[in-house]
């Protein structure tokens, strides 16, 4: 169900983006669309936030306040990374489902290396129970 990138509303988020170098810049764009369809698929969730927190690009559910606050960026282990609040379960719970597929970082986050495949079905799981983990 791929569909064309949102355009950025937020001239700071979309420099965020461009800050990123290449081959990381192509999986976070990855990432983000992953976030917006799932969103728009999503019963409950309704508009997504698209803003910046610790300078990172982040996705809220302001309206509804349905969900807890997914960020992306770059590890300083390198490649780049989706990241969770770490004091909710979204991390350990998706671990439990995939331990071994993904590199994780605690509870917190899932990390990736540039040009590798996503496993965007698993990973959209992972999304929808961010965007609706307040519903719960």
Not at 84 to 89: F, S, Y
Not at 129 to 136: F, G, M, V
């Amino acid at each position: 169900m791929a569909q064309a990138r949102p355009a950025f509303e937020n001239p700071a988020v979309a420099a965020a983006y461009e800050s990123f170098p290449a081959p990381q810049r192509e999986g976070l764009l990855k990432l983000r669309t992953l976030i917006f369809e799932t969103a728009a698929e999503t019963p409950g969730v309704g508009t997504l936030e698209e803003t910046l927190k610790w300078g990172q690009p982040a996705y809220l559910t302001p309206k509804t306040r349905s969900g807890s606050t997914i960020r992306l960026g770059l590890p300083k282990q390198g490649g780049f990374a989706l990241y969770a609040h770490c004091q909710t379960t979204l991390i350990p719970d998706f671990r439990s489902l995939f331990p071994d597929e993904f590199d994780y970082e605690g509870n917190r986050a899932v990390h990736f290396k540039e040009g590798a495949a996503l496993p965007l079905e698993p990973l959209r799981l992972l999304v929808r129970s961010a965007l609706t983990y307040h519903l719960k």
